[in-house]
Each structure stands twice: as C-alpha cells, then as structure tokens.
C-alpha cells in the first residue's frame, strides 16, 4: 500500500523559512513525478510545484516562483520543498502527491501538514 508521509510543517514568522520532506513507501518511487499541493483555509486545493521522476525538470506555480525550491532524493525515497520568504498568505495544509501531471494531481497524496506563517 502506498504511505506517502509529510513533515517539517510549522509555525513562521513572515520572511522565514521552512523545509517539507515527503518520504514515499509502498510505490517504487523512481517511477513517479512528484508534487506539492496547499489548501489554505476556505479555498480549493492548488498546485505549489512538481518534479519529473528523475528530477531533471521542475515547474512552479507563479505565486511561489523564486521562493520555493522542489527536489528529490531518490536513494532515500523522499521529496523535499525549501520554502523561503514565506508571506502570510502561504499558510495552508500541505499536501505530497504522487503521479503529479502538468500540475494535475496523481493518484495518491500524504496527510499533510500545516504551515502556518504569521505576520
């Protein structure tokens, strides 16, 4: 069965930073594009960012572009999102996703975990 587990959530200032790990099991996790999905408080579900399989590409939503930095560790089954310069209006529930297509969502998702960044 597919886990696909967040962490690094957390409350931050304006400004600061933080860094989500995503550690995928159950899925052979070389095989997958990957991706990052927030839903803040009374709206939908949106993209952040994905990556291909191999890591070579990557493609970010205009809001986090220049701030936020996707990657992935395929030896280690885990998928990352440094988040810098964080504004207030980033704070949502943040979401792993496996299978992320041209900003679509995969098939499978975490939990996720809570960012919450104050002003």
């Known amino acids: 069965q597919v886990q696909l587990v967040e962490s690094g959530g957390g409350l931050v200032q304006a400004g600061g930073s933080l860094r989500l790990s995503c550690e995928a099991s159950?899925?052979?996790?070389?095989?997958?594009?990957m991706g990052w999905f927030r839903r803040a408080p009374g709206k939908e579900r949106e993209f952040v960012a994905a990556i291909s399989w191999g890591g070579g590409i990557t493609y970010y939503a205009s809001s986090v572009k220049g701030r936020f930095t996707i990657s992935r560790d395929n030896a280690k089954n885990t998928m990352y999102l440094q988040m810098n310069t964080l504004k207030p209006e980033d704070t949502a529930v943040y979401y792993c996703?496996?299978?992320?297509?041209?900003?679509?969502?995969?098939?499978?998702w975490g939990q996720g975990t809570q960012v919450t960044v104050s002003s």
């Open positions: 159950g899925l052979t996790f070389s095989n997958y594009a």
């Open positions: 996703n496996a299978g992320t297509a041209n900003a679509r969502a995969g098939p499978y």
